[in-house]
């Protein structure tokens, strides 16, 4: 290996290290996002089921206005009835209050299932309120560690940016120039070892020239395909 290529090796790994924790900062926004979905979506359910709530039991109280109204109704024939004096008409209001009374035991009905679904709703909604209390401390634990999280991943970057620094100036500049332009062009890894013959970048089969420049290592050996800087492991 060539003398100049640890010094560049170490820099490498210290850029890799950089770009993962430049990643991991990136990827904070979208956790956050993913934290206060959580936390929507449970205040969503929440509001739904305390506006199922909301709605049953307005429809409760409307149906119990009607029963009031038909019981209103069904007073004034009945008073009719008994001063009626003609059959027919005797016999028309009985009909009415017939079909009063029919409403009203229909109506009655629809309360009691709506009594039984407001009762079950009440039980959704207090189910639903534990789960938003459970996502709202979920969401706080979650922010602080993410809090925590972004500040540790910016020191160490911090560190690993003056440690590049640091490192930057111990590498051949002809060939710290030559790598950096390599790292520009969105190589992975623009410093790699020769595998079986080829480059272990790109993969291709490296010329026999290449390859002895690499194993002797007086003078740098560059990939023929990629341009990637090229070593010989131990």
Do not use: W
Not at 66 to 84: D, K, P, S, T
Not at 129 to 149: M, V
Not at 181 to 198: I, Q, T, Y
């Amino acid at each position: 290996m060539h003398p100049d290529l640890p010094p560049l090796l170490a820099l490498q790994e210290i850029d890799q290290q950089i770009a993962r924790l430049r990643l991991e900062i990136a990827q904070l926004p979208l956790a956050r996002r993913r934290v206060e979905a959580v936390l929507a979506d449970a205040k969503r359910k929440l509001l739904e089921a305390k506006q199922a709530q909301q709605s049953t039991e307005l429809l409760r109280r409307q149906k119990e206005g009607e029963i009031e109204e038909l019981g209103r109704r069904l007073a004034r024939y009945q008073a009719q009835q008994m001063q009626v004096r003609k059959n027919e008409e005797y016999q028309a209001l009985s009909h009415e209050i017939l079909q009063v009374k029919s409403e009203v035991e229909r109506e009655e009905e629809e309360v009691l299932l709506l009594l039984e679904r407001g009762d079950a709703l009440k039980i959704d909604v207090k189910q639903e309120e534990e789960k938003a209390r459970e996502a709202e401390e979920e969401a706080r634990q979650q922010r602080k560690a993410l809090a925590e999280k972004e500040s540790r991943l910016r020191d160490q970057l911090a560190d690993a940016e003056k440690d590049r620094e640091r490192r930057a100036t111990a590498v051949n500049q002809a060939l710290l120039a030559r790598y950096q332009n390599l790292v520009r062009g969105h190589r992975e890894n623009a410093v790699v070892p020769v595998v079986h013959g080829n480059c272990g970048g790109c993969h291709m089969k490296l010329t026999r020239q290449t390859l002895l420049r690499a194993e002797v290592g007086a003078e740098f050996a560059f990939c023929d395909n990629c341009g990637r800087i090229l070593f010989v492991a131990g």
